[in-house]
């Protein structure tokens, strides 16, 4: 795992190094630009205090220092007089002005000049003037190098107090209850851990609002359920009881009853729970129509058996990108209310429209409708609209879990769903994508 700190650490002292590098070059270089002139300067001196008169007068008597500076001295006739250090490698001839010799033993920096009667060489090695820049550099940036433990020290204790925020939030989690989900205080943080906080905040307030819906799903569900398993057991209680076999038919037949509504139950409340309200659909094209063609030829039996006429009215060719599990989930529910709550001999209209590019389903049925003070509700979990609404139920009692699941499946697939009056006087849903 990697820590902040070692790599903050790491690069701060490396820029330094690089910065103590760059800085000893350029100190170098001013001080070997310095050193030339310097020493091109003694050149010139020690040439200038050279006597003017033939050089058989002077033999012996100057010292040109021990910088490593060599003279030749030629008579007018180009004949050499002097030769100060015979071994130096350079050329047996004279270059009035400032030069650089390459030589096998290294750059040497010549000056020549006329000198009264003799011509003069005087040459220095170009390494003694890049030895004194280089000891020049090396005084200057020896301090720094000297400090760089110190500021490596200095850097992880200055970067240590700077995390030190991040360590008290840590602390603040690891030491909270699981359903301690109040928000951490964000004041007297640094600007740079304070969206974190606030990120985390928002996070706890998500996690707060789930899990408030989640006991509210829970409660709700277990309250549902309560019913039709005491009924489901009162009925098994009168079968065991039957004296004789008419009764226990009956009684056999309420039993039945009950298990499926018990069962159909548990299925809506397994789809509810399994359509998260924050959930993403998956991304695959579907093609509308003949998901919707699948959905009425499944409940085309169950129609029939309950006397409504089921069909498709009118179907466009339409694609939607989605979750198609999850679309045959949302039609079925629609379709099975709409055939549920349809008196016998009623009928149920099916159809697919492309209005300004974009697809509405739309599922009309002939039953009694449902209040226009109620359509909002009835997307609440368990809410069904009551005996003041005039609804005749053709077949089981709903669980008043289906259009829930249809509103959260179609915000999951970015649809609305409305409610209205049909031609027919029933209730119309519009499933618009």
């Not at 001196?45 to 033999?59: M, T, Y």
Request: charged fraction near 20%.
């Amino acid at each position: 795992m990697r820590s902040i700190r070692r790599q903050l650490l790491f690069w701060l002292l490396a820029l330094v190094l690089l910065g103590v590098g760059i800085a000893g070059w350029l100190i170098y270089r001013q001080a070997l630009a310095e050193a030339n002139e310097l020493f091109d300067y003694q050149l010139e001196q020690i040439a200038a205090a050279l006597p003017s008169e033939p050089f058989s007068q002077v033999l012996g008597s100057r010292d040109t220092g021990d910088e490593g500076i060599v003279l030749q001295i030629w008579n007018r006739n180009g004949v050499l007089m002097y030769y100060s250090r015979p071994r130096a490698p350079l050329a047996p001839r004279a270059e009035l002005g400032f030069s650089t010799e390459h030589t096998e033993r290294g750059d040497w920096r010549v000056y020549g000049a006329i000198v009264g009667d003799n011509v003069v060489q005087l040459a220095q090695p170009v390494s003694v003037r890049n030895r004194l820049a280089a000891n020049v550099a090396l005084r200057t940036l020896w301090p720094l190098i000297v400090l760089l433990p110190l500021l490596g020290v200095a850097v992880w204790v200055v970067v240590g107090r700077g995390l030190r925020p991040l360590r008290r939030v840590t602390s603040a989690l690891d030491a909270r209850h699981p359903e301690a989900l109040d928000p951490l205080p964000d004041q007297r943080l640094p600007l740079e851990v304070q969206p974190l906080v606030r990120a985390l905040n928002g996070l706890l307030e998500r996690l707060a609002t789930a899990l408030d819906i989640q006991k509210a799903f829970v409660a709700d569900a277990a309250h549902e359920l309560r019913t039709p398993l005491a009924a489901v057991q009162i009925q098994s209680q009168l079968v065991a009881r039957a004296k004789d076999d008419t009764t226990r038919s009956e009684a056999l037949a309420d039993l039945q009853a009950g298990v499926t509504r018990a069962t159909r139950l548990a299925e809506q409340l397994l789809a509810l729970a399994r359509s998260e309200p924050d959930g993403v659909a998956a991304t695959n094209a579907i093609d509308l129509r003949a998901l919707l063609q699948d959905c009425v030829v499944a409940y085309a039996p169950l129609a029939q058996n309950r006397g409504v006429d089921l069909g498709i009215e009118a179907s466009d060719a339409a694609t939607v990108t989605g979750d198609a599990d999850a679309l045959r989930v949302m039609f079925n529910n629609l379709v099975d209310n709409a055939t549920k709550y349809t008196p016998r001999g009623g009928r149920v209209d099916v159809s697919l429209h492309v209005e300004e590019g974009h697809p509405v389903v739309r599922i009309a049925d002939s039953g009694p409708g449902i209040e226009p003070a109620e359509r909002e509700r009835v997307f609440d979990r368990f809410y069904r609209a009551g005996a003041g609404a005039n609804r005749v139920r053709t077949d089981v009692a709903g669980t008043g879990l289906g259009l829930a699941i249809v509103r959260r499946i179609a915000t999951q697939h970015h649809a609305a769903v409305t409610l209205d009056e049909s031609a027919a006087g029933g209730l119309q849903v519009d499933v618009r994508f």
